[in-house]
């Protein structure tokens, strides 16, 4: 059974978190903190040694297409809705300073 939560544990445990925390805060969470404790515990106790690793509950399965090759769209039609274009290429935006 796990050890009683006590107000300072959950001011010890807010801090560590970085939530602040009123006194009445921590005195309404103590209790509730030890019962999810003793729950996590009961759980704990379980034999699960007949239970298979489950690492989702649902199968899941590979929905991408084949990947074959296809016509490639070309430089002119891939830059037509471009906003802006030089020499043909995009044009983007300076996102680096070029100093040191």
């Known amino acids: 059974m796990p050890a009683e939560i006590t107000p300072d544990t959950v001011r010890h445990i807010a801090r560590l978190a970085r939530l602040q925390l009123s ?3 921590a005195v309404a ?5 030890s019962r999810i404790l003793e729950y996590v ?7 699960t040694s007949a239970v298979a690793p489950l ?3 649902i199968e899941l399965f590979d929905v991408t297409r084949a990947d074959e090759p296809a016509p490639t769209l070309g430089a002119d039609a891939a830059l037509r809705n471009a ?3 030089i020499e043909g290429h995009f044009r983007v935006p300076k996102v680096l ?3 040191a």
Not at 29 to 33: I, K
Not at 41 to 47: K, M, P
């Open 97 to 99: 300073d070029s100093g």
């Open 29 to 33: 969470f103590a209790p509730q903190l």
């Open 83 to 85: 906003p802006a274009t």
């Open 55 to 57: 690492n989702h509950p």
């Open 41 to 47: 515990d009961q759980l704990g106790a379980l034999d």
């Open 23 to 25: 006194d009445a805060e």
